[in-house]
């Protein structure tokens, strides 16, 4: 879709495409009620201001819209309206060798007992191996300093594909 088509569709439309980019309810509802954008690149730039307003809760429910990284199965059941955007993101993920895969596991399992949320990562051009040496250093962090690292990696995600509603 281009932006010139994209700006005439309705609210509600507008609302739903940006809640697949970033499936906070808040957040997309800002991005939806800005329009028309002039550009990609103003609209990019009103999706950061809109990040920025939005607080823990908001990227608690963003969270909670993606699968554990290198879980296909799961993804394609729970998240059929996203599996195709995720399942690219984390596609170096399917030929990851088993002991990479189990300790994906191993740690997205650690991560989520931690922290009380899944271990989000902006998964674009990193190998399995890159995410789970993310992972595992991110561990040791605290609640807060991780909450916050994985919003800013949450963002990351929202703009690419943003990006990808466009091509």
């Not at 970033?22 to 730039?45: D, R, V």
């Not at 170096?92 to 997205?108: D, K, P, Y």
């Not at 963002?155 to 594909?161: D, E, Q, V």
Request: aromatic share 10%.
């Amino acid at each position: 879709m281009n932006l010139l088509v994209f700006n005439k569709i309705q609210e509600k439309e507008a609302f739903e495409a940006f809640f697949s980019c970033c499936s906070s309810t808040n957040w997309a509802s800002q991005m939806a009620s800005q329009m028309p954008f002039s550009s990609i690149s103003e609209l990019k730039e009103k999706a950061d201001k809109a990040w920025a307003q939005t607080q823990s809760t908001d990227w608690l429910e963003a969270f909670s819209h993606h699968p554990k990284i290198g879980d296909i199965s799961h993804l394609e059941k729970k998240f059929a309206s996203t599996a195709a955007w995720a399942s690219s993101e984390q596609s170096a993920v399917s030929i990851a060798n088993q002991e990479v895969l189990e300790r994906l596991s191993t740690g997205n399992e650690a991560y989520f007992q931690k922290f009380g949320f899944i271990f989000i990562i902006c998964a674009t051009g990193k190998s399995a191996s890159e995410m789970l040496e993310l992972l595992e250093s991110r561990l040791p962090n605290s609640k807060e300093v991780e909450l916050k690292i994985a919003a800013l990696e949450q963002h990351k995600i929202a703009l690419i594909r943003i990006e990808k509603l466009f091509l």
